[in-house]
């Protein structure tokens, strides 16, 4: 076979590819805007330094991104593609709406990281984040706008949720120094679990904790016995477990079905808060949380912020072909050379202004309607043809079918 | 057969003796020799190329040499950016011992008296660096890498060929070097904060090598010769919780800086410097200090690498310096934007930046050759160059299809054309070329000797006129 010419993690989107695509921009779009949100985009290209600072991104996604110099890079400081766009919109909110105290916006691009072997680098997102508002109501409302925009494309979405405050406060409580506390959470962002039994040396009585974190448990009754058990060995535990609590207990009572699932923070340094991930069936199609530290590290102001991504190439495949096919009319020319190719392209200029799709071939082949010296060979759900002289009565025929 | 890359430089004796010592003779290699292929004097069927240490495991990882002997230094320089090569260490010969360092100038009000480097700390320290921290190392990967680990909030490397102890506390924040120990570090003025690496000559393997073929009668030989060693693992900095950003001191407005090279350069700068009528204490044909005293009121000057000079005087490092016309294009060809510009040719060290092809090609111009490489296909066409971006510009302009520029650090005339298919070198009469079976099919340009300086640099008061007089007995001198 010949060797390919497209890149290696690159992929090609196909017309299907892409319809499946659209569908989930346009259903995204849609909530996005009806609960109140703008569209931005951010640049494919930003500083490296943005995403290097504690509390952004982990050690392990930042040996994936694509960073180089540029062409005036001369000075020897990197940019990267756009590995992550929360970093990016949280610059773009400090730095061109500084007046604004909140803002709630949306976003649908990609982002670049390299994985091994043939994997795909490049990722598509639609994302959200809501800027300068307050916990919990700011958590269950993008909890509430994911799981909508997953139910208008036809998924049943399952949810779960996590805080980050749980690792640190076992982390924190084992006396470690911070410099030692980020490396051990670094290690557990990238599912080493191994520092958990670390801090298990470090506490008397805390011989559980790796195993009480790794279950996953229902709702609110879970954190009650997560907190039962582990106030007494760290008390600073309770604070990161009240907060998932609050947000647990809003969505029960809207009958929103979620699970929780201490340890399921990845990647990601700059969360803060309760952190949710979308499941439909085993595979994560999407997922967010809060991120109070990151305004305030890429800009000035010291605001509270949250958000998500759900992620496109995950759910394209996940969604029904049949819900993808359009009505097209074909209008064939056999004889292209004479006039019937111009009344050919005038039929279809009366049926798009019509909203109908239209496609005009000629030469080979065949179409619903067919133009054969002047005339209009209308067949139409595999009917009878129907000869038609005048373009108006086709549009008519076409539309009443 | 077996495909050997044995070192050239400072390793080029010792690796010689304990192949050597184990019945693995090399015909002409060892000290003084210049040649760059060899054959096994013991073993037919091991075939022997000599290149520069840091092109030794780009060579190895590509597959066109199957087994290496080089720094560990340089492969953990490769391992730093690309961790998926198929490169595999073997074995630590103990050749050649030094060890990587961290170091910053003592002047930071960080570093206590008598600190030691140590394994993982070191966070005070690197806490109070300016931001953002500039870093000069021969090492720009593992300079990268040590800044990611470290979570410096914002840095940027300065990847220099040499010289890097010369760059604290002027040009530079911190420094990634090799020392043989920390005393060698102080002798330079720098205070050693971190210890990185434990580095010496290292027997490396390509992994498909190593899975497909039978390696042993070189590998058995070079591991009697190794001994148990210490890991060869990086260690890197851990993480740092800035909360602040440290200001930098101002430099002093009213002095010109001045770099002037060594190596090679250095004679021929000398010269033209001399016959201008301008002297330093300290900078001599021969002979150098870092720090020359320039006895005029208002210079300074610094001797480093004139590989470095272009992107220095770029930032404003330096306000002028004299280099090669060839490295001034290479960053230009690297950064089309920089204010880095030749203000005047000191018409010494002239010679022509040429494309270079095995002298038995059926073709005597680029297009021919370009021709006859595709007849079968359109395989991609290997450029080998000291100067990667200007032939990767060549290679662009060219409309080579497909390409692949392959950096290389030196003892570029091997390459072709068992490595590459060209080569974009330096002529001068020919003969080097002629003697190793190339040919000259394109000249790019003539390269010379020129002072630079930024092209929207405002100089004031006594530096514009230190400036002035500079470039006025320069510019006399050559007209």
Known sequence: ?401 | MIKLALPTGDLRTPVAELLSSVGLQVEGYGEGSRQYRLNSLSHEDVRVRVFRERDIPIQVALGNYDIGVTSLSWITEMNARFPQQPLIPLADLQLGQTILFAAVAPTSSSVGQGSRPDRGGSGNTLAALPTPVRIVSEYPNIAEAFARAARLPRYRIQAVAGAAEAYPPEDADLVILAAPDEATIQTHGLQPVLRLLDNSAWLVANAASLANKDLTAVLTRIREASTPSTSGALHLPTPIAITKSNGRAERMTDTLRLAVPDGHQQRHVYGALAKAGITFDGYEEKIFVRRPHSGIAGLDVKVIRPQDMPQLVALGEFDVAITGLDLLSEHLFAFPTSPAHAALDLQVSQYNLSAVVDGELPADNLADAVAYWHRDGKRPLIVASEFAATADHYSRSRHFWRYQVMPIAGASEGFVPEDADILIEGTETGRTIAENNLKIIDTIYRSTTCLIARKDAQLQGRRHSVYNELFGLLQRSVA
Not at chain 1, 224 to 247: C, K, M, S
Not at chain 1, 344 to 367: D, E, S
Request: glycine share 10%.
């Open chain 1, 1 to 401: 076979m010949t060797e390919s010419m497209r890149s290696k993690g690159m992929r090609d989107m196909l017309p299907n590819d892409m319809a499946r695509f659209r569908r989930i921009e346009l259903t995204f779009r849609d909530v996005a805007l009806g609960w109140g949100y703008e569209e931005v985009r951010t640049p494919t290209i930003e500083h490296l330094y943005l995403f290097t600072s504690a509390g952004t991104l982990s050690p392990q996604m930042l040996d994936r991104v694509y960073s180089f110099l540029d062409w005036d890079g001369w000075s020897g400081e990197r940019v990267v593609l756009r590995p992550d766009s929360t970093i990016p919109t949280v610059r773009l909110f400090s730095e061109q709406m500084s007046d604004a105290d909140s803002a709630r916006l949306f976003y649908v691009q990609n982002v670049l990281r390299f994985e091994q072997g043939d994997a795909e680098r490049e990722g598509w997102q639609c994302g959200v984040e809501l800027l300068g508002d307050t916990y919990p109501r700011g958590d269950v409302e993008l909890i509430l706008l994911a799981r909508e925009t997953l139910q208008r494309l036809g998924l049943g979405p399952r949810l779960k949720l996590s805080h980050p405050g749980i690792v640190r406060a076992l982390l924190d409580k084992a006396g470690l120094s911070l410099e030692d506390q980020l490396a051990l959470y670094d290690r557990v962002l990238a599912g080493d679990l191994a520092p958990l039994d670390e801090v298990e040396a470090k506490l008397p009585g805390s011989a559980s904790v790796r195993s009480l974190l790794s279950m996953e448990g229902q709702g609110l009754a879970y954190i009650q016995n997560l907190t039962t058990v582990l106030e007494p060995i760290v008390p600073e535990i309770a604070a990161p477990l009240g907060e998932l609590a609050a947000v647990s207990a809003m969505l029960d009572g809207m009958g929103v079905a979620h699970e929780i699932s201490p340890l399921l923070v990845r990647s990601f340094e700059y969360y803060t808060g309760p952190v949710f991930h979308a499941f439909v069936g085993d595979i994560k199609v999407g997922g967010g949380g809060r991120y109070d530290g990151l305004v305030s590290l890429v800009g000035s102001r010291d605001l509270p912020a949250s958000g998500f991504a759900l992620d496109i190439d995950a759910i394209a495949p996940l969604l029904d072909a049949a819900a993808e096919d359009a009505r097209v009319i074909t209008i064939h020319c056999e004889s292209p050379a004479g006039d019937d190719l111009a009344q050919a392209f005038a039929l279809a200029i009366a049926l798009r202004q019509v909203q109908t799709l239209v496609r005009v071939t000629a030469g080979a082949g065949r179409g619903e309607v067919v133009v054969i010296e002047g005339a209009f060979h209308v067949a139409l759900n595999g009917g009878k043809p129907e000869r038609h002289t005048d373009i108006d009565a086709v549009v008519r025929a076409v539309s009443r079918s």
